[in-house]
């Protein structure tokens, strides 16, 4: 007869092997992150929590009567951003010395590997931009948008529409060329007639009594570093407003009546 064996205690039986140890499970670090069922965007999102975010921003109601005039925002942000992606790379072969400026722009011009290309993409994106800016504009106050509780929101647009005629001018100056010298030279002299800050406007923007070589770093200066930074803080604050109000429904439309106010008025 077979001797029985009492079963060993629970805590006492060995465990079984993990399936990556036993040889049939998973070995290469890809499988064990397939196996575990988590992708490279959870393995971020569990360490950042940042899809709330992103669902926040992204995931949002819009008004019934949204329409194509509704993208001209998000069209003049692309124009932003193709703006900056072709800045970054003339950037990489201007040279703002008065004595140089020109040449280096000829240089990228008839040199440089689709550098014809990319400059033509950001002279032609700044009149695009420009363009869009105004539509968006338009868009936003025949629908109504400026009103409560959007003021800020049109406040800040004001900033940004002004930040983007200020871009187009300063970035205008850069080739320093007879057009864009002498073109330049009459728009800061139309600045300097504004009322009360004209003529500081104007000294500001000439760095200096004349128009000459510090005028040119100025204007770098302005196009490259201070107002793209004044741009992207005043869209992300434009963004985010957006987000948080949702957008404003077209004025033409009527909210739909409950059924049972509809009742009583039949
Ligand atoms: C760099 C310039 C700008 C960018 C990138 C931008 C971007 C946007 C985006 C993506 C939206 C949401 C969707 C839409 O309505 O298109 C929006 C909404 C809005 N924008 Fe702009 N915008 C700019 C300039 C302006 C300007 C110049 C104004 C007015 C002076 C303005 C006023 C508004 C208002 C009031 C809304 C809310 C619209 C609504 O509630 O229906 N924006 N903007």
Known sequence: MAKLTPPLPRPLRPKPKPPSEDGNGPTTPKEKV?????????????????????RWLMFRKIPKGTNWFYTLGSATLIAFLSQTVTGVFLA?????????????????TNDVFLGELVRGMHKWGSTVMVILVFLHMA???????????????????VVLLILTLFMSFTGYLLPFDQRSYWATIVGVAINGTGPLIGPYLND?????????????????ALHMLVLPGALIAMI????????RQGTTAPPWMKADAKPELRQEAT
């Open 236 to 243: 992300g604050a434009h963004l985010y407003l957006v987000a």
């Open 34 to 54: 397939a196996e575990a069922g988590i992708g490279l965007v959870d393995w971020v999102d569990e360490r950042t929590a940042l899809s709330g975010g992103a």
């Open 139 to 157: 868009r936003t106050f025949f629908w109504g948008a400026y009103k409560y509780p959007r003021e800020l929101n049109w406040v800040i647009g």
């Open 92 to 108: 990489m072969y201007y040279d703002p010395s008065p004595t140089r400026a020109y040449d280096s722009v000829r240089h990228l």
């Open 204 to 220: 500001f923007l000439r760095a200096g009594p004349e128009f000459g070589a510090t005028t040119l770093a100025r204007f770098y």
